[in-house]
């Protein structure tokens, strides 16, 4: 249990970066070339491009921090379920802004800024935390094999030539 506290925890710091950097982006667009004066869909613009900022270094600090002892070796696959499941919790907090923002009317920043960092970021997190723990980090998810290299699994045991053996006088090589 209390692996999963700490875990839980490392992942909030990270999550805090994120939003840190989700939060500043956001506002910094809304404020300007996305503004719902000058782009009518500005807010969700917005919205998508600091969030995808975030994502990209939420997977840094989650996979070389968080969850570093069940981070696999296939890094372009973790990286592609990362992004699925980070695309989800991204969904979930631009329903919440859009359902906010165009279905009930809240158009101001306050409202915009809680509904999409505030309620959208809460139902995301525990989104997020569930599928990268059960799914892209997930304990038994490790791979023995080399991430970029598949094919070249190292056998523990030296072939003769590996060992440095010398081939008997008339016998013939064999290749490894």
Do not use: C
């Amino acid at each position: 249990m209390s692996r999963l506290i700490g875990q839980f925890a490392r992942f909030g710091v990270v999550g805090l970066v994120g939003f840190v950097i989700d939060f500043a982006v956001f506002n910094l667009l809304r404020a300007t070339i996305f503004s719902p004066e000058e782009i009518h869909e500005g807010p969700v613009y917005a919205k998508i491009i600091s969030t995808s900022i975030a994502i990209l270094a939420n997977w840094i600090g989650n996979r070389y921090w968080t969850f570093r002892e069940h981070r696999g070796r296939q890094l372009f696959r973790e990286g592609i379920e990362f992004a699925i499941v980070s695309l989800g919790g991204m969904v979930i907090g631009l329903g919440s802004l859009w359902i906010s923002h165009y279905l009930l009317g809240f158009t101001s920043l306050l409202a915009d800024n809680i509904s999409s960092n505030v309620i959208g970021l809460a139902f995301g997190t525990l989104f997020r935390f569930t599928f990268y723990r059960l799914w892209v980090f997930a304990p038994h998810r490790g791979e023995p094999e080399p991430g970029l290299f598949p094919d070249a699994v190292s056998d523990p045991t030296p072939s003769f030539h590996q060992a440095g053996g010398s081939v008997p006088a008339g016998a013939v090589p064999q290749s490894d």
